[in-house]
T-cell receptor, first 114, second 117 residues
Framework: DAMVIQNPRYQVTQFGKPVTLSCSQTLNHNVMYWYQQKSSQAPKLLFHYYDKDFNNEADTPDNFQSRRPNTSFCFLDIRSPGLGDAAMYLC?????????????FGSGTRLTVV | AQKITQTQPGMFVQEKEAVTLDCTYDTSDQSYGLFWYKQPSSGEMIFLIYQGSYDEQNATEGRYSLNFQKARKSANLVISASQLGDSAMYFCANPNAGGTSYGKLTFGQGTILTVHP
């Protein structure tokens, strides 16, 4: 089945140690998104790619970076994780319309910072 | 600005009963869609149902249906015959076009649904 896969499912990192989360898709969708979701809160969009065009949200900290080397893969880099960056990170993809079924989410990576 | 509001932080329902989760939205788009997602404790975001603003009928998907009232800008999710496995967080979401064709999903605050046996 076509899907969005996030690895790893759980990630523990040390305070200040760079960490990379990965997302891959077999849907061939143009748009890929990264959301941060803290406990009992709504997902918050960090940035997204439309093909190779990177779009940062205005309030996304500089500590968060992203790479999309090809259509299938997208990475979230946290350069110096702080305790406040512990969260669930969700990757999603979409087509270029906004219709039903247009958004597909991965299972998420739950990041713990120690 | 795009805004999705879910006013029920938590809801309780008895197994096999129906429950309605509220969602109101505020959008300047002429054509828009509304999504509902279920998020169990494991964290994945599961798509439930979609309503397009120009759809003539309210959306239904199995036990899920949408009570869509365009004039009131509300899109409430109705879950019929609740099951224990329905216990989860539920999010209403709307793509914020922001000048794009694809839109970025904006989520409401979520409602935690607990189904009692």
């Amino acid at each position: 089945d076509a899907m969005v896969i996030q690895n790893p499912r759980y990630q523990v990192t040390q305070f200040g140690k760079p960490v990379t989360l990965s997302c891959s898709q077999t849907l061939n969708h143009n748009v890929m998104y990264w959301y941060q979701q803290k406990s009992s809160q709504a997902p918050k969009l960090l940035f997204h790619y439309y093909d190779k065009d990177f779009n940062n949200e205005a309030d996304t900290p500089d500590n968060f970076q992203s790479r999309r080397p090809n259509t299938s893969f997208c990475f979230l880099d946290i350069r110096s994780p702080g305790l406040g960056d512990a969260a669930m990170y969700l990757c999603a993809t979409s087509r270029t319309d906004r219709g039903a079924g247009g958004y597909t989410f991965g299972s998420g990576t739950r990041l713990t910072v120690v | 600005a795009q805004k999705i509001t879910q006013t029920q932080p938590g809801m309780f329902v008895q197994e096999k009963e129906a429950v309605t989760l509220d969602c109101t939205y505020d959008t300047s788009d002429q054509s828009y869609g509304l999504f509902w997602y279920k998020q169990p404790s494991s964290g994945e975001m599961i798509f439930l149902i979609y309503q397009g603003s120009y759809d003539e009928q309210n959306a239904t998907e199995g036990r899920y249906s949408l009570n869509f009232q365009k004039a009131r800008k509300s899109a409430n999710l109705v879950i019929s015959a609740s099951q224990l496995g329905d216990s989860a967080m539920y999010f209403c979401a709307n793509p914020n076009a922001g000048g794009t064709s694809y839109g970025k999903l904006t989520f409401g605050q979520g409602t935690i649904l607990t189904v009692h046996p």
